[in-house]
């Protein structure tokens, strides 16, 4: 079992920046993929970007050139640098691994992340 919490959420301008964090916990060894999707009011939770167990990272297009993700292994932490936010940004946002042989999901709580235009 993989534990997730984000935190780092918050009230943010246009064009401004913030930094998610995901402190993983439990079975972290087992950890094939960890990253982040999004869901706004009324949408479907999307894809925004992913870091491999090998490190190889990939990013869904709406953040692709905008967003960073990175990891702590000595932490156990995944974070994701959001630049050159936009309005449509604003979102929950949900820390996701998969683990073990069947790639188990686990989810965190969430954080709000609102971009003011």
């Known amino acids: 079992q993989v534990q997730l919490v984000e935190s780092g959420g918050g009230l943010v301008q246009a064009g401004g920046s913030l930094r998610l964090s995901c402190a993983a916990s439990?079975?972290?060894?087992?950890?094939?993929?960890i990253g982040w999707y999004r869901q706004a009011p009324g949408k479907q939770r999307e894809f925004v970007a992913g870091?491999?167990?090998?490190?190889?990272?990939n990013y869904g297009d709406a953040v692709k050139g905008r967003f960073t993700i990175s990891r702590d292994n000595a932490k156990n932490t995944v974070y994701l640098q959001m630049n050159s936010l936009k309005p449509e940004d604003t979102a929950v946002y949900y820390c996701?691994?998969?683990?073990?042989?069947?790639?188990?999901?686990?989810w965190g709580q969430g954080t709000q992340v609102t971009v003011s235009s």
């Open positions: 870091i491999s167990s090998g490190g190889s990272t």
């Open positions: 439990g079975s972290t060894f087992s950890i094939n993929v």
């Open positions: 996701n691994a998969r683990s073990g042989p069947l790639d188990r999901a686990s």
